[in-house]
């Protein structure tokens, strides 16, 4: 029976959650639900603290919950990226907590009280909830959570009437994919993230019969979904917190491939990010559509 759990990817010589642990994160597809653990579950937790407070706190709070009394925490995080917040968080859900300092971060470790305390709060300020500036389920830790990018912002404002099969890759909580389903020739419309949390509001978000949802690294092979009519996306350009140029490049790959002969993708992306080239490699004709807030429009026809 796995009682230790891993949340995310901390630095090996940091913390070490064991070889059995279980991954806990909604960032990694196949990975166990913190939020779904029962109480008590688990007797040692290594948490890969987030960034955000409001996220931060929700699985800080989690955390204790899925552990039995007495159960041990470490969470840690880079200095300046929450780390500098965790001992005052955890001795607010009633911690008492030895921290340590190790390059640039802060680990924190504790017991789990017999009861903590606020932490129903912290769960309840951090969960599902309906985003009031865009008016659609989401919660704090999705990309752009509580508001329109300026690179989706960008891409609606000049979203052709797409028909047949099509993917919105790194799909969020569905933004995209309503406006796409308001063309009524589109049949298919697979929205792919590798957020579960992004998936479970896209789901409640896109009631529509001819979506389908997948919670899945869209960089990697999905057989079912080849020869498709078109493909919609804002990729991301940071993994783990650290800008990576590679992940954008890599949809683009991807889309290529979905993409059946004449199919056309329409990427959206910050004007800094390098696809230029890897599009010319992948598709027959790239054409600027066009530029607003730092970000740039493309259109590739396979």
Not at 71 to 78: I, K, R, T
Not at 171 to 190: E, F, K
């Amino acid at each position: 029976m796995v009682t230790h759990g891993v949340y995310g990817f901390p630095p090996p010589d940091l913390a070490q959650p064991g070889a059995k642990a279980a991954q806990l994160s909604p960032l990694v597809p196949g990975a166990a639900d913190l939020e779904g653990a029962r109480d008590g579950a688990f007797s040692r937790l290594v948490i890969a603290a987030p960034p955000g407070t409001l996220e931060r706190r929700f699985v800080l709070a989690h955390a204790l919950r899925a552990l039995k009394p007495s159960g041990e925490l470490v969470a840690l995080a880079p200095k300046d990226k929450g780390g500098a917040r965790l001992r005052k968080e955890l001795e607010a859900f009633g911690c008492n907590v030895v921290e340590n300092a190790k390059r640039h971060h802060r680990i924190c470790a504790a017991s789990r009280p017999v009861t903590p305390v606020n932490v129903g709060t912290a769960i309840s300020e951090g969960g599902p909830r309906i985003a009031p500036q865009l008016g659609l389920w989401s919660q704090p830790g999705i990309f752009s959570w509580d508001r329109l990018d300026p690179g989706s912002a960008l891409l609606l404002q000049s979203m052709p009437a797409f028909a047949g099969r099509g993917a919105d890759l790194g799909c969020g909580i569905g933004v995209l994919a309503r406006a796409v389903l308001a063309s009524p020739g589109v049949t298919s419309l697979a929205l792919i993230d590798i957020d579960r949390r992004a998936i479970e509001a896209a789901r409640r978000n896109v009631e529509d019969g001819r979506a389908s949802f997948l919670h899945a690294d869209a960089r990697g092979e999905m057989a079912e979904l080849a020869g498709l009519d078109f493909v919609v996306m804002n990729p991301p350009f940071h993994d783990r917190g650290t800008e990576d140029r590679t992940l954008g490049q890599a949809f683009v790959r991807r889309a290529s491939a979905m993409l059946r002969k004449g199919g056309v993708c329409r990427l959206v992306a910050n004007v800094t990010m390098p696809y230029e080239a890897v599009m010319a490699q992948c598709f027959s004709a790239v054409t600027p559509v066009g530029q607003s807030d730092g970000y740039k429009l493309f259109e590739a026809r396979r």
